[in-house]
């Protein structure tokens, strides 16, 4: 009898992502006889890897999780082992594993894929289908591999989010895991190829296109330094082509972001005249010059004044992103911080607080978050009880202790 196997996904909101991905590389590699199974809770993912052991097939399990997720992941793996044991093969890959390899092994994961998961999967998968053993411990992801190479998304299996449009970063912010994860190089899709995802996403009824890249004012730029309204401008209007008069792109928003020194007058009026959205999502980070030189932002804080002002200008209203608790942040960096952030909100601005928390694989990597003081902690929750604030920083200082 042939193999079947079945890949079950924990699919948790946050990680979908990724899985889109996986799923989308799966579907496109043609093999026969896999079947990708989605669980969307803990207990859903225990009762299909059961149903799936049942049936005789061949069953893996794969994880995605990001450092914040690590203490729930420890648990549940331990739990996947004490029940599927030597059954059913545990994957884990993402962020944190990929950051941290080690750590998840011997939290009990089979394997663990280091970096991009794409191609790793497709060879684990046709391994285990031709009858042969399939790779454990730390498995490399393929590097630099262009985007074109996999679609972002899967129809068989009806998984749709995100068109990623660039993965990389040449800026290497000194807390940031997608440098280390992805490489400095950025890579972009292609135009043809994000045309053509954005009409099968049309076909398919979804009216709505999302780009992911980690600044999408540089989409096409070569050195991702510096946006190319050309390029821009090429995205845009053909992605608005494809998707037709009733379908939407949303840039520069969730689930990207920009950088503030690429918000000028050609990224503005392009995102105005193509994009559905009337927020943009730009990247701050502090307030204080000396933290941005040690963060390695390579902006300045003139930079986010600028573009808060040209975005509100052109009609945008701004979320502005900021950590608290940077390593080595002193009370009058936290000081500098909250000024601009009052100067900010009196421009419009919406403030995204973060709490600084060590990832694995950054240069913070196992840095101790600089505690927070009362002060900023009350003017913090003050923005955020008018609505200036938001975001999860009271969460993310409890478990990185900061
Ligand atoms: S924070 Fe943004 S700009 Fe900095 S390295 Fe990460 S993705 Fe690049």
Same mark, same amino acid.
């Given at each position: 009898?042939?193999?079947?196997?079945?890949?079950?996904?924990?699919?948790?909101?946050?990680?979908?992502?990724?899985?889109?991905?996986?799923?989308?590389?799966?579907?496109?590699?043609?093999?026969?006889?896999?079947?990708?199974?989605?669980?969307?809770?803990?207990?859903?993912?225990?009762?299909?890897?059961?149903?799936?052991?049942?049936?005789?097939?061949?069953?893996?399990?794969?994880?995605?999780?990001?450092?914040?997720?690590?203490?729930?992941?420890?648990?549940?793996?331990?739990? &996947?082992?004490?029940?599927?044991?030597?059954?059913?093969?545990?994957?884990?890959?993402?962020?944190?594993? /990929?950051?941290?390899?080690? !750590?998840?092994?011997?939290?009990?994961?089979?394997?663990?894929?280091?970096? !991009?998961?794409?191609?790793?999967?497709?060879?684990?998968?046709?391994?285990?289908?031709?009858?042969?053993?399939?790779?454990?411990?730390?498995?490399?992801? *393929?590097?630099?591999?262009?985007?074109?190479?996999?679609?972002?998304? /899967?129809?068989?299996?009806?998984?749709?989010?995100?068109?990623?449009?660039?993965?990389?970063?040449?800026?290497?912010?000194? %807390?940031?895991?997608?440098?280390?994860?992805?490489? =400095?190089?950025?890579?972009?899709?292609?135009?043809?190829?994000?045309?053509?995802?954005?009409?099968?996403?049309?076909?398919?009824?979804?009216?709505?296109?999302?780009?992911?890249?980690?600044?999408? @004012?540089? %989409?096409?730029?070569?050195?991702?330094?510096?946006?190319?309204?050309?390029?821009?401008? $090429? &995205?845009?209007?053909?992605?608005?082509?494809?998707?037709?008069?009733?379908?939407?792109? @949303?840039?520069?928003? @969730?689930?990207?972001?920009?950088?503030?020194?690429?918000?000028?007058?050609?990224?503005?009026?392009?995102?105005?005249?193509?994009?559905?959205?009337?927020?943009?999502?730009?990247? $701050?980070?502090?307030?204080?010059?000396?933290? &941005?030189?040690?963060?390695?932002?390579?902006?300045?804080?003139?930079?986010? %004044?600028?573009?808060?002002?040209?975005?509100?200008?052109?009609?945008?209203?701004?979320?502005?992103?900021?950590?608290?608790?940077?390593?080595?942040?002193?009370?009058?960096? =936290?000081?500098?911080?909250?000024?601009?952030?009052?100067?900010?909100?009196?421009?419009?601005?919406?403030?995204? =607080?973060?709490?600084?928390?060590?990832?694995?694989?950054?240069?913070? =990597?196992?840095?101790?978050?600089?505690?927070?003081? $009362?002060?900023?902690?009350?003017?913090?929750?003050?923005?955020?009880?008018?609505?200036? $604030?938001?975001?999860?920083?009271?969460? *993310?200082?409890?478990?990185?202790?900061?």
């Amino acid at each position: 009898m042939r193999t079947r196997l079945d890949i079950v996904f924990l699919y948790l909101r946050e990680n979908r992502s990724g899985f889109n991905a996986l799923a989308g590389a799966l579907e496109s590699s043609g093999l026969e006889g896999v079947e990708v199974l989605l669980a969307e809770d803990e207990n859903s993912l225990m009762e299909t890897v059961r149903s799936s052991l049942e049936k005789g097939r061949r069953t893996v399990i794969g994880l995605s999780f990001f450092t914040c997720q690590s203490g729930r992941f420890a648990g549940l793996i331990a739990r &996947l082992r004490g029940r599927f044991s030597g059954k059913a093969l545990i994957l884990a890959g993402g962020p944190h594993p /990929s950051g941290a390899p080690d !750590e998840v092994l011997a939290m009990g994961a089979d394997a663990v894929v280091k970096g !991009e998961g794409e191609a790793v999967l497709t060879g684990l998968a046709r391994d285990i289908l031709d009858g042969k053993r399939p790779g454990s411990g730390i498995i490399s992801g *393929q590097a630099g591999q262009g985007l074109d190479a996999f679609p972002p998304f /899967s129809l068989r299996w009806r998984m749709f989010g995100y068109i990623e449009i660039t993965r990389g970063c040449p800026f290497l912010c000194s %807390y940031c895991q997608t440098p280390r994860l992805f490489g =400095a190089r950025q890579r972009h899709r292609s135009l043809e190829n994000i045309f053509s995802l954005a009409a099968r996403m049309r076909a398919e009824g979804l009216r709505d296109i999302r780009f992911l890249s980690p600044d999408a @004012f540089a %989409y096409g730029s070569e050195n991702g330094r510096a946006p190319v309204p050309e390029k821009l401008e $090429a &995205l845009l209007k053909g992605t608005r082509e494809a998707v037709g008069a009733d379908g939407k792109i @949303f840039f520069g928003t @969730f689930p990207s972001e920009v950088r503030p020194e690429h918000v000028d007058r050609d990224t503005l009026s392009l995102t105005r005249r193509y994009a559905a959205n009337k927020r943009l999502v730009i990247g $701050a980070q502090s307030g204080s010059p000396r933290m &941005l030189e040690a963060i390695k932002r390579g902006h300045t804080v003139e930079d986010v %004044y600028r573009a808060v002002g040209l975005a509100a200008g052109a009609g945008f209203e701004t979320d502005v992103d900021f950590i608290f608790g940077l390593p080595g942040e002193t009370e009058t960096d =936290a000081e500098l911080t909250l000024k601009v952030i009052a100067d900010l909100t009196g421009m419009g601005a919406r403030i995204h =607080a973060h709490t600084f928390m060590p990832l694995p694989q950054t240069a913070f =990597a196992g840095k101790v978050p600089a505690p927070l003081s $009362a002060r900023t902690e009350k003017a913090l929750r003050t923005i955020c009880s008018r609505g200036q $604030a938001f975001g999860q920083w009271e969460k *993310q200082r409890l478990i990185s202790g900061g």
